[in-house]
């Protein structure tokens, strides 16, 4: 839940545990790319404090690396949060956009013209991760086992386009889908979002976004059915998971640039949260409808630095 200045945020905020559920990087799929974001804050021409430093980072190659601390759901349905460290990286080498979050990453082969208004993305992306993979606190969804991690391939998408309510803010929308690569499953999750960013000055960002994650038959049995085997060993009753709908959710992010500045490089701090609904098969397992809660939360804080 890419490749954004706006981002920053997010490099942080969002936990590296985030990446760990079948979630992971459906959320915020809808973000701009980094010149997008760039060309966003406002130039020369505009009132105070808006002004225009002598460099600018983001003209080249260039590399933000991030590292912070977040709280996200155990699992999915899970209502007990845990804490982790929080680590990403994002930038452009050699033309071509690229985001690490945790144990995933994406690419981003679109090469748009300077100063476009409309921008489109488009590349592979690739995942390490599961969900319940790891310990589990609640001793009754931990008697149905743990399953296993893996890796997931797939694409992402997008457009973003500048001056919706004034030069320089964004609207993005995009999607994303990804398989099971790993023989564990078989199955595929979707995703799509839409994000809107805007700066409140050249050292302080502010974006909202919403999102939407789907899976298939395959991805919702392996991760919410309860087996015979499982409802024995657990108390739970059984249960028959189906593809669809599996969650909306709603985000909120900030980055401020401790320079004064985001075009300078330099260290900046974020804050994120997210709040995510879980639907259809997701939210009816007995995993989540007896023992835990569709409500489902992420939230955190780190410090980034660009050059």
């Known amino acids: 839940m890419q490749q954004g200045l706006y981002a920053l945020a997010l490099i942080g905020a969002v936990p590296a545990a985030a990446q760990e559920t079948t979630t992971g990087e459906i959320t915020s799929e809808a973000q701009t790319d980094l010149a997008a974001a760039r060309d966003s804050i406002p130039p020369e021409s505009a009132e105070p404090p808006f002004v225009d430093p002598k460099t600018d980072v ?52 679109y090469r748009d013209k300077p100063g476009k208004h409309l921008r489109f993305r488009v590349g592979p992306n690739l995942r390490y991760g599961g969900n319940r993979s790891g310990s589990v606190d609640d001793p009754v969804v931990a008697a149905l086992g743990e399953l296993e991690r893996g890796f997931e391939a797939g694409v992402s998408f997008g457009a973003s386009y500048r001056r919706i309510f004034h030069p320089y803010d964004s609207l993005a929308i995009g999607g994303s889908v990804r398989w099971d690569i790993s023989g564990r499953h078989g199955g595929a999750i979707y995703g799509t979002g839409i994000s809107y960013s805007t700066p409140l000055s050249p050292a302080q960002v502010f974006g909202l976004q919403l999102n939407a994650s789907f899976s298939d038959n395959k991805h919702a049995n392996y991760n ?15 249960y028959r998971a189906k593809g669809g709908l599996r969650e909306l959710s709603v985000g909120a992010f900030t980055a401020r640039d401790l320079s004064g500045d985001f075009r300078d490089g330099g260290f900046a701090v974020g804050v994120g949260v997210q709040y995510g609904r879980l639907k259809g098969s997701a939210a009816r397992t007995p995993i989540t409808s007896i023992r835990g809660t569709p409500n489902q939360w992420m939230l955190g804080g780190g410090v980034a630095y660009s050059f």
């Open 58 to 109: 983001f003209d080249g190659d260039h590399l933000i690396v991030g590292l912070g601390v977040g709280a996200s759901s155990e699992y999915d349905g899970a209502s007990t949060l845990r804490l982790m460290p929080a680590m990403g990286a994002m930038g452009r080498i050699s033309g071509i956009n690229f985001r690490v979050r945790g144990p995933s990453i994406t690419t981003d082969l």
């Open 224 to 238: 919410y059915s309860v087996t015979p085997e499982g409802s024995a060993a657990s108390g739970l009753p059984e």
